[in-house]
């Protein structure tokens, strides 16, 4: 029973090429982030959906672009990838931005 | 803008004792505070929430405690097991979209 899911786990690309990470909840949360966790283990949110609106986007480059086609999904696609973007991309979830939230295993994304 | 420091960066103790992680923050209008682990490798686990308004929260061996007019929260874990073994994340929210701003953690080893 995972609440939250993320696939793929790991994913090893060369510079240049687009990828997609995706996340699932099935907590019934209606609020869904991502969060970057760079090689110093340093974590910081990255965007947030609440009900599929967007209301977090932190200083991110273009490149990365969030969609979720429904409260329950969160994707993170990744244009023209490069070796700083090389971390661990956590997907979380929570009932209204007020309340717990709930972490998915991570995505190791290492570049080449 | 929302700094938070833990303290102290990594702790080695033997099983048994009992202890203390610190976690100071700079901007004290915070909506709520948490609390994580995360094991090597792997994602975050939520350990405690606590609201702005409440002043601690207990968990089976765990204690937090939040003084938020001074930018403070402790967690306290009694009688340490070396499963205890992990980084321990603090992470106050607060802003109109309640984003949890991540300490730099706490690495502890419970030696058998």
């Known amino acids: 029973d995972t609440a939250v899911s993320q696939t793929p786990k790991y994913l090893v690309t060369q510079m240049g090429n687009d990828k997609s990470i995706k996340c699932e909840q099935n907590l019934g949360h209606d609020t869904m982030y991502w969060y970057k966790q760079d090689s110093k283990k340093f974590l910081k949110i990255m965007f947030s959906?609440?009900?599929?609106?967007?209301?977090i986007n932190e200083t991110v480059p273009n490149r990365f672009s969030p969609k979720s086609p429904d409260k329950a999904h969160l994707n993170l696609h990744i244009n023209s990838l490069e070796l700083g973007d090389s971390a661990v991309y956590f997907c979380?979830?929570?009932?209204?931005?007020?309340?717990?939230?709930?972490f998915g295993p991570g995505t190791r994304l290492t570049v080449t | 803008k929302q700094e938070v420091t833990q303290i102290p960066a990594a702790l080695s103790v033997p099983e048994g004792e009992n202890l203390v992680l610190n976690c100071s923050f700079t901007?004290?209008?915070?909506?709520?505070l948490q609390w994580f682990r995360q094991d090597p490798g792997k994602g975050l686990t939520s350990l405690l929430l606590?609201?702005?308004?409440?002043r601690e929260q207990t968990s089976g061996r765990l204690n937090a405690s939040l003084d938020k007019s001074s930018g403070r929260s402790t967690l306290y874990i009694a009688a340490s097991q070396p499963g205890d073994s992990a980084t321990y994340l603090c992470?106050?929210?607060?802003?109109?979209?309640?984003?949890?701003?991540f300490g730099t953690g706490t690495l502890l080893a419970v030696q058998p």
């Open positions: 992470a106050p929210a607060g802003g109109a979209t309640n984003k949890l701003i």
């Open positions: 979380a979830s929570s009932q209204g931005t007020q309340f717990e939230q709930y």
């Open positions: 606590i609201q702005s308004s409440q």
């Open positions: 901007d004290s209008a915070i909506y709520n």
């Open positions: 959906y609440n009900n599929k609106e967007l209301i």
